[in-house]
C-alpha cells in the first residue's frame, strides 16, 4: 500500500466511523431516554427488567447495529493508520456532529454552553493528535 | 446530579480510556488488517489485548447507558471527554510517550469543556411517555 492510498484508506474510515458512531449515539440516546432512569427502573424491578427494557427497545437494536459498523470501522481505521491520528480524528468530528444531531434529532437545548464544550473539546481532541 | 451520577459519568471516562488503549496496543500486535481477509478480522478480537479492551469497552457501555438514561447527549459526551485527557496521560506514562506543549494545550482545552457543560443542567429534553401529563408550551425549549 503506498502512501496516497493508505491516508485515503484511514480518512475514509474516519468518515465511516463518524457517521456510524452519530447514528449510533442518537439512537440509543432516544432508547434510554424511552427506557428512563436505569438506577430508578433497577431498585423497582432487578436488573431483569433493566436488561429486558433495554435490549427490547427497537431504537437500542439499531443503535446497536450502527455502534458495530463504528467500531470495525475503527479497528480498520487502526490497522491502517496511526492510533493518534485516527481516534482524536473521528472523535472530535463526531463531537460537533453530534451536536448538530442532538438538537435536529433529539431536540436537545444546545445552548451557547454546549457549543463551546463541544468545539472546545473537538479541538482540544484535535491538538492531542498533532 | 448525585455523587452517584458523577462516578457513572468518571467510570464513562476511565474504562474508555483503559479499552481504548488496550485496544490500540492489541490491534498493533495483530498487524495489519485487509478487507480480503474477513476472517482474520473476525480472529482479532481473540488476541488477548483486544479481548481485554472488548471488556472495558463493555464496562463503558454499560455505564454509557446508565448514564444517557438520565441526561442529554450533548451533556455526556463533553461531560465524558476526560478520557481523551487519560488516554495522553496512559501514553505519557505507561507508553512513554513524549507529551508535547500543543498536547498539554489539548487537554487544557478538553478540560475546559468539560468544565463548561458540567456547570449546566444534565436534562434539557425530556421526551414525553404515555403515562405523563404533556407539560405546558412555553415549559419547553424554544428552537
Not at chain 1, 431498585?43 to 437494536?61: A, I, K, S
Not at chain 1, 445552548?111 to 491538538?127: H, S
Request: with cysteine; hydrophobic share 55%; glycine share 8%.
Amino acid at each position: 500500500m503506498n502512501q496516497l492510498h493508505a491516508e485515503l484508506h484511514t480518512w475514509s474510515a474516519v468518515a465511516a466511523i463518524v457517521l456510524a458512531s452519530t447514528t449510533g449515539d442518537v439512537l440509543l440516546s432516544r432508547a434510554m431516554k424511552q427506557v428512563g432512569d436505569v438506577a430508578a427502573l433497577w431498585r423497582r424491578g432487578g436488573v431483569l427488567v433493566v436488561t429486558g427494557r433495554v435490549l427490547g427497545n427497537p431504537n437500542f437494536v439499531l443503535g446497536i447495529l450502527a455502534m458495530a459498523t463504528a467500531f470495525y470501522s475503527l479497528l480498520f481505521g487502526l490497522s491502517w493508520g496511526d492510533v493518534s491520528l485516527v481516534v482524536p480524528a473521528a472523535a472530535s468530528l463526531t463531537f460537533v456532529a453530534n451536536a448538530v444531531a442532538a438538537r435536529i434529532f433529539l431536540h436537545e437545548h444546545v445552548d451557547r454552553r454546549r457549543w463551546l464544550a463541544a468545539l472546545f473539546v473537538a479541538a482540544g481532541v484535535t491538538l492531542l493528535a498533532v | 446530579m448525585s455523587l452517584r451520577k458523577y462516578l457513572v459519568l468518571l467510570g464513562v471516562a476511565v474504562f474508555s480510556a483503559i479499552g481504548d488503549s488496550l485496544l490500540s496496543r492489541g490491534m498493533k500486535a495483530a498487524g495489519n488488517l485487509s478487507l480480503r481477509h474477513v476472517s482474520e478480522m473476525i480472529l482479532a478480537v481473540l488476541h488477548p489485548g483486544v479481548a481485554l479492551g472488548i471488556l472495558f469497552l463493555l464496562a463503558f457501555f454499560a455505564c454509557y447507558l446508565a448514564a444517557l438514561s438520565w441526561a442529554d447527549l450533548t451533556y455526556v459526551l463533553p461531560a465524558t471527554s476526560l478520557s481523551y485527557v487519560l488516554v495522553a496521560l496512559i501514553a505519557r506514562f505507561f507508553l512513554h510517550e513524549n507529551v508535547s506543549l500543543t498536547r498539554w494545550l489539548g487537554i487544557l482545552l478538553v478540560a475546559a469543556g468539560v468544565g463548561f457543560v458540567t456547570q449546566g443542567p444534565a436534562l434539557t429534553h425530556r421526551p414525553r411517555r404515555v403515562e405523563e401529563i404533556p407539560e405546558p408550551v412555553s415549559m419547553r425549549p424554544q428552537p
